[in-house]
């Protein structure tokens, strides 16, 4: 399975970023779809998921200002970012499991400046 993410960028700190992660197989086939961050010297962390049955997750930090979808047709999973602050810069990564196996897409980097 492969899983391709997009949408990072460079932005100021109140701006928004909206992430997609599309997938080379139709998405109903994973028990969870997520998205991870890794900022520098970081260990890499769940930022928000989504399971097969709709059931969703954030991290505190991100309560309220994120918003993760999908949209079954187009094999996407999205991750809507809003007020986004310095700390929210790293990479972020696509996450997919199932079956016992987890796919990765590759990072995207997000930028927040001050």
């Known amino acids: 399975v492969q899983l391709q993410a997009s949408g990072g960028g460079s932005v100021q700190a109140g701006e928004s970023l909206r992430l997609s992660c599309a997938t080379s197989?139709?998405?109903?086939?994973?028990?969870?779809m997520g998205w991870y961050r890794q900022a520098p010297g970081n260990q890499r962390d769940l930022v928000a998921s989504?399971?097969?049955?709709?059931?969703?997750y954030y991290t505190d930090s991100v309560k309220g200002r994120f918003t993760i979808s999908r949209n079954s047709a187009k094999r996407t999973v999205y991750l809507q970012m809003d007020s986004l602050r310095p700390e929210d810069t790293a990479v972020y990564y696509c996450n997919a499991r199932r079956a016992g196996m987890t796919d990765w897409g590759q990072g995207t980097q997000v930028t927040v400046s001050s």
């Open positions: 197989r139709s998405i109903s086939i994973f028990t969870y």
């Open positions: 989504i399971s097969r049955d709709g059931n969703i």
